[in-house]
């Protein structure tokens, strides 16, 4: 390994690591790309790394949506456990409580 490829690995480590930020305060905006909306900031970023290297874009693609996934799986049973829950409770304030959270996920 030479200075270039530790050179190109902190690059990708930089933009990923920005990516990620980036899609932690996402907003939507009206620019539309490949059928998705995406932020301006975000998609420069996202072909900046694509143009570095593409398996490394990939990589991070899949792992973003590795982990949606696991968040909608764990979002599911967060459900499935409070409907349970529902069953065992006598306090309607505590019900009403429980009614609230599930309608926010």
Same mark, same amino acid.
């Given at each position: 390994?030479?200075? !270039?490829?530790?050179?190109?690995?902190?690059?990708?480590?930089?933009?990923?690591?920005?990516?990620?930020?980036?899609?932690?305060?996402? %907003?939507?905006?009206?620019?539309? $790309? /490949?059928?998705?909306? %995406?932020?301006? $900031?975000?998609?420069?970023?996202? /072909?900046?790394?694509?143009?570095?290297?593409? %398996?490394?874009?990939?990589?991070?693609?899949?792992? !973003? $949506?590795?982990?949606?996934?696991?968040?909608?799986?764990?979002? $599911?049973?967060?459900?499935?456990?409070?409907?349970?829950?529902?069953?065992?409770?006598? /306090?309607?304030? %505590?019900?009403?409580?429980? !009614?609230?959270?599930?309608?926010?996920?």
């Amino acid at each position: 390994m030479d200075y !270039k490829d530790i050179l190109r690995f902190g690059e990708i480590q930089y933009l990923t690591g920005r990516l990620d930020e980036l899609y932690k305060g996402y %907003v939507p905006i009206s620019t539309s $790309r /490949d059928n998705r909306i %995406v932020d301006s $900031r975000i998609s420069k970023y996202e /072909d900046k790394l694509r143009s570095i290297d593409e %398996v490394a874009f990939y990589l991070y693609v899949t792992e !973003k $949506r590795n982990k949606l996934f696991s968040k909608d799986k764990g979002k $599911r049973e967060m459900k499935e456990l409070l409907v349970k829950c529902l069953e065992h409770i006598n /306090d309607e304030g %505590v019900i009403n409580e429980i !009614k609230n959270q599930i309608e926010k996920y």
